[in-house]
């Protein structure tokens, strides 16, 4: 058993100066001379059509399509980016209204004008993919064009985040003539309006994005062109960039790898470490047998060590996480340890008796194999021994890639089944309300009508979040009430860069996502 309490450890990250300042007196502000900068990730897309992604998916949309509202550099609070403009027109946040920039178009020569926006917003509510992003709509009423350059969303309740909403990638602005309204574009394109095109896409290896010469928004690009590559290991990205064969790594860093960068010092590599905001969970499907009792998802909770997941597996390059809400965001709790408090086979085995069950459980626990980092499949592997080890559990492992893993969770397949969320924006909202209802974020239905009914519409209302922790901590209180979700950790976030590249914290919005136009690399010290 370890202390919920360990913090990570904060040996001296390989920090260099010009990846935290990120300024421009190191560039030579002529990024159209520079070769493209490559960035490596285990994360690759799921899906090119924005109107079918709640995922990681949305790395690339931020570069290649373009939202109405977004984050620059520095911002916590979306700013109009698409739009010259944007607020509430009332003062009881129900009515939105958005004016563009004059003379927006898509990287193909179409304009892009208010009924582009309108069509983008409504296929996405029209065409409905299971755990998709209209999970993220639930207070739009309906999309009115008043002008060319006008769009105006009636919403149907008071939604003080519906800005957050539209800032998400999901609500990417796409052609009427390349979408279609009711099914999604799958000839493998994209024409967006955000400051790169998508030259070319290689179905999970690589993505090459160069300079879109028609963007109009507030990004500086302080490159010409970047090229991500997808990798299926951390090991195998972090030798490419010792190799420089690419110039930065993000997304799925594995723990073994940021500790070797921290304790081996080169004069050639730098990493930043950050704090994050993504966490880690387990999911428990209603429709499985086992699964849908109270009983055995409590006894679960009880017996899980999160301290020895973080420190054994991850080595203390996450924390143990004891909400849905993460530390760090207004509203977080620690609901899970004050209700269940230390790992305890007896009182685990307690909570089963009291429901009449004497026998092992038998549980089919679902991760993917390529998408959260290596180290997923030894997390997992770490659940199950502490679960079988309880004696109350029969634990069997399953695993698959991402894109079928997707469709199997969302058509109800497992009992249970390990998930990773970074926010669609920087609230305590955004780690409730994805997750609850009919239609979620999980795909697994969860009706939790004081949630949804009561608790966020009120918090709705209020445009200071700060005024909103009362509502918050009473729907974690239920989430664990009901442990229909179990937090397990919340990660940070890790840049690794070659010693010439900049601009690498200046990249990461709110969201945690990477803005590629902020790296570049420098000319001189």
Known sequence: MFNRNRGLRRTAAITSISLVAGCGMFSDGNPDDRAPIVVGTTSAPSTLDPAASWDGSWELFRNIYQTLLAYPTGATTPEPDAAKSCGFTDGSNITYRCELRAGMRFADG????????????????????????????????????????????????????????????????????????????KDGKVFGSGPYTLKSYDDGKQAQLVRNDRYQGF??????????????????????????????????LAADDIVALQGSPSKDLQLVDGAGTDINYLVFNPKDRWARNPAVRKAVAQVVDRGAITHKIYRDTVDPLYSMVPKGLTGHTTAFFDDFGDPSVPKARQILTRAGITDRVPLTLWYTSDRYGSETALEFKELKRQLDASGLFTITLRSRP????????????????????????????????????????????????????????????????????????????????????????????????????????????????????????????
């Open 110 to 185: 179409d304009t892009l004008d208010a009924r582009a926006v309108k069509h983008s917003i409504d296929r996405i509510r029209q065409i409905d993919v299971a755990g998709g992003p209209a999970g993220l709509l639930g207070s739009l009423a309906r999309v009115q064009v008043t002008g060319a350059r006008e769009v105006v969303f009636h919403l149907n309740k008071p939604d003080a985040t519906f800005p957050f909403v539209l800032a998400t990638p999901a609500m990417s602005i796409v052609d009427p003539d390349d979408y279609p309204a009711h099914s999604l574009r």
């Open 219 to 252: 990004a500086k690009r302080e490159n010409s062109a970047v090229t991500i590559r997808y990798f299926q290991d951390s090991g195998t990205m972090v030798k490419a960039l010792r190799d420089r064969k690419i110039d930065v790594t993000y997304r799925g």
């Open 402 to 525: 991402w894109k079928t893993y997707v469709t199997g969770y969302q058509k109800g397949e497992y009992p249970v089944f390990g998930r990773g969320w970074f926010p669609d924006f920087p609230d305590a909202e955004n780690f409730i309300a994805p997750f609850v209802g009919q239609q979620n974020a999980l795909g697994t239905p969860y009706p939790s009508p004081k949630i949804t009914d009561v608790l966020l519409p009120e918090s709705r209302k209020e445009t200071d979040r700060a005024d909103v922790v009362k509502e918050f901590e009473e729907a974690q209180q239920i989430l664990v009430d009901d442990t229909r979700l179990l937090p397990l950790w919340q990660g940070r976030q890790y840049v690794a860069a070659s010693d010439d590249i900049s601009g690498g914290e200046q990249a990461l919005d709110p969201s945690t996502i990477m803005m590629m136009w902020q790296l570049y690399r420098k000319t001189s010290w």
